[in-house]
């Protein structure tokens, strides 16, 4: 079965998740293009500046929920009460297990709230379990054409 390419966003502040995580998630056969932004105001910002050309939205957003400037959970309310990006999947990645957090997350409609892991083999198990269902079982909204 052909399986379009995908591109995702990674909204990540700490520089070292960002090495690894795009380190393990380059290695797929799935994955056209990652883009990095490092807080939640320049996710908004770069999603904004493509905001009427749904072909350059990126299929999935990996999000940290505590960034700088604005945090997940900021970005979380504003990309789902836009038509334009409601319907881009958003992946909250983050190390809080914080009960409250898990249920924010999801009452703003997160559509997963994944732990980081801590160790490097179970953070390439985890990004593999995020490849082998976001990348390879569902079906994602896009306009883009590969």
Not at 16 to 34: F, G, H, R, T, V
Not at 93 to 99: A, H, P, Q, V
């Amino acid at each position: 079965m052909y399986r379009r390419k995908l591109s995702i966003m990674i909204a990540e502040d700490d520089l070292a998740d960002i090495n690894l995580i795009q380190s393990l998630l380059e290695k797929s056969p799935y994955l056209e293009k990652i883009e990095i932004v490092r807080n939640g105001q320049e996710l908004m910002d770069n999603l904004n500046l493509k905001k009427y050309d749904s072909s350059l939205h990126p299929d999935l957003i990996l999000l940290d929920l505590n960034m700088p400037k604005k945090n997940g959970r900021q970005v979380l309310s504003e990309m789902k009460i836009d038509p334009q990006f409601k319907k881009i999947p958003v992946i909250v990645f983050t190390s809080s297990g914080d009960e409250k957090d898990i249920l924010d997350c999801y009452t703003l409609h997160a559509n997963s709230y994944i732990r980081k892991p801590i160790d490097l083999n179970d953070m390439n198990d985890t990004l593999q379990y995020i490849e082998d269902y976001w990348f390879k079982t569902v079906s994602l909204p896009s306009d883009r054409m590969n």
